[in-house]
């Protein structure tokens, strides 16, 4: 189930902290300590305020289930990257955990921010810093805010149980979730990644790497398989791949594995640059823009050194008309000309991790 509600979430972050129903917080989990707002009572509580207090108890729990409904919808002034929202909570103040269901009207754009109740826009992030992908237009959801995380289950019709399903990906003819269902679902929009090891990478003719060789350090301790890429001259090599089916044919990023022979430091800079063939298409064809990706040396033999998730700035954009049904062809290559590659001697390409993002749940 929890693979389920993944299926059906993308995390957003809030900013500033968001808020619970005042009301509810004036309540203490000690009963005898209930005395001091308008929904409690103290020992001497006349008979003739104990209804009101009772009818001010009712309201609070109202406002605070109602604002987890279904019923609350961004308003018309709401664009969309500064979504506004009256919820039935009356609270002046931004306070942890506030919990609220609402429909989104228009798919978000760049650094979207919500309003509640006129109490100031926040910005609406997918992971500490980083841009929030896509919220759909009619897509109704849950969120819940603890400290700076606002989460969302984005059921898109919660009042319709079939077509819930549908929109999730799942089953919608049957009143039944079936396990099948469930792991088709498991599978989330969004990054994914595939690993190219240097076995799967080969030398260009032209200017290559010196090809895969295994270095072993102590027998029968981990081996590993490399390319050496000279530190004096530009040497590359290449791999391509066909992309799953739900690939987004978007931009693609990648997370550098390397090596060392010896104690040298400094750093390594390492370009890659792709372009997707179709059917009939020539191989005589350029690649597309070069992207760097930096590691650092870590002055030992041997030791393995991976290059950090590079942000999106940082992603490769595939020349040619890029598509599922291609063969994309990625050149890897060592930038020594490149300020940042001061490591001077060869460095061995392990392998390299590609980053892509899928639009829909199942491949074909």
Same mark, same amino acid.
């Given at each position: 189930?929890?693979?389920?509600?993944?299926?059906?979430?993308? !995390?957003?972050?809030?900013?500033s902290?968001? !808020?619970?129903?005042?009301?509810?917080?004036?309540?203490?989990? =000690?009963? !005898?300590?209930?005395?001091?707002? =308008? #929904?409690?009572? @103290?020992? %001497?509580?006349?008979?003739?305020?104990?209804?009101?207090?009772?009818?001010?108890?009712?309201?609070?729990?109202?406002?605070?289930?109602?604002?987890?409904s %279904?019923?609350?919808?961004?308003?018309?002034?709401s664009?969309?990257?500064?979504?506004?929202?009256?919820?039935?909570?009356?609270?002046?103040?931004?306070?942890?955990?506030?919990?609220?269901?609402l429909? /989104?009207?228009?798919a978000?754009?760049?650094?979207?921010?919500?309003?509640v109740?006129?109490l100031?826009?926040k910005?609406?992030?997918?992971?500490?810093?980083?841009?929030?992908?896509?919220?759909?237009?009619g897509a109704?959801?849950? @969120?819940? &805010?603890?400290?700076?995380?606002?989460?969302?289950?984005?059921? *898109?019709?919660?009042?319709?149980?079939?077509?819930?399903? /549908?929109?999730?990906g799942?089953?919608?003819?049957s009143?039944?979730i079936?396990?099948?269902?469930?792991?088709e679902a498991?599978?989330?929009?969004?990054?994914?990644?595939?690993?190219?090891p240097?076995?799967a990478?080969?030398?260009?003719?032209?200017?290559?790497?010196?090809?895969?060789?295994v270095?072993?350090?102590?027998? #029968?301790?981990?081996?590993y398989?490399a390319?050496q890429?000279?530190?004096?001259?530009?040497?590359? &090599?290449?791999?391509?791949?066909?992309?799953?089916?739900?690939?987004?044919?978007?931009?693609?990023?990648?997370?550098?594995?390397?090596?060392?022979?010896?104690?040298?430091?400094?750093?390594?800079?390492?370009?890659?640059?792709?372009?997707?063939?179709?059917?009939?298409?020539?191989?005589?064809?350029?690649?597309? *823009?070069?992207?760097?990706?930096? #590691?650092? !040396?870590k002055? @030992?033999?041997?030791?393995?050194?991976?290059?950090?998730?590079?942000?999106?700035?940082?992603?490769v954009?595939?020349?040619?008309?890029?598509?599922?049904?291609?063969?994309t062809?990625?050149?890897?290559?060592?930038?020594?000309?490149? &300020?940042?590659?001061t #490591?001077?001697?060869? &460095?061995?390409?392990i392998?390299?991790?590609?980053?892509?993002?899928?639009?829909?749940?199942?491949?074909?």
């Open positions: 189930m929890r693979k389920l509600l993944q299926a059906a979430s993308a !995390a957003l972050l809030l900013t902290a968001m !808020a619970i129903a005042a009301e509810v917080t004036d309540l203490s989990t =000690t009963d !005898a300590n209930n005395t001091g707002s =308008t #929904l409690g009572m @103290t020992n %001497s509580t006349a008979p003739s305020s104990v209804d009101d207090v009772y009818r001010n108890f009712q309201g609070a729990v109202a406002r605070y289930i109602a604002d987890m %279904s019923g609350l919808t961004v308003d018309t002034q664009t969309s990257t500064a979504y506004r929202v009256t919820a039935n909570n009356t609270t002046g103040t931004l306070i942890d955990g506030w919990m609220l269901a429909q /989104i009207t228009a978000n754009g760049t650094s979207p921010t919500l309003n109740n006129s100031g826009a910005n609406l992030e997918y992971n500490p810093g980083s841009t929030l992908w896509q919220v759909l237009a109704k959801s849950k @969120t819940a &805010a603890a400290g700076d995380l606002l989460s969302t289950n984005n059921l *898109s019709d919660l009042a319709n149980a079939v077509t819930s399903r /549908i929109n999730l799942i089953d919608g003819e009143e039944n079936k396990l099948g269902d469930l792991e498991a599978q989330v929009t969004g990054v994914q990644h595939l690993y190219i240097a076995a990478i080969r030398p260009t003719i032209t200017n290559g790497a010196q090809a895969v060789a270095t072993e350090n102590t027998a #029968l301790r981990p081996n398989s390319l890429f000279d530190a004096s001259s530009d040497e590359s &090599a290449q791999f391509h791949i066909a992309m799953p089916d739900n690939w987004d044919e978007g931009t693609v990023r990648f997370q550098i594995y390397m090596s060392q022979g010896s104690t040298g430091s400094g750093g390594i800079a390492i370009g890659v640059q792709c372009v997707a063939l179709a059917d009939n298409d020539t191989f005589d064809t350029n690649y597309g *823009s070069i992207v760097l990706y930096h #590691l650092t !040396a002055a @030992t033999p041997n030791d393995l050194m991976v290059s950090d998730v590079p942000p999106a700035a940082s992603a954009t595939i020349a040619g008309s890029p598509s599922t049904s291609e063969l062809y990625c050149r890897i290559f060592r930038d020594v000309s490149d &300020a940042g590659d #490591l001077s001697e060869d &460095a061995a390409l392998g390299a991790k590609m980053l892509y993002r899928l639009n829909d749940a199942n491949a074909n």
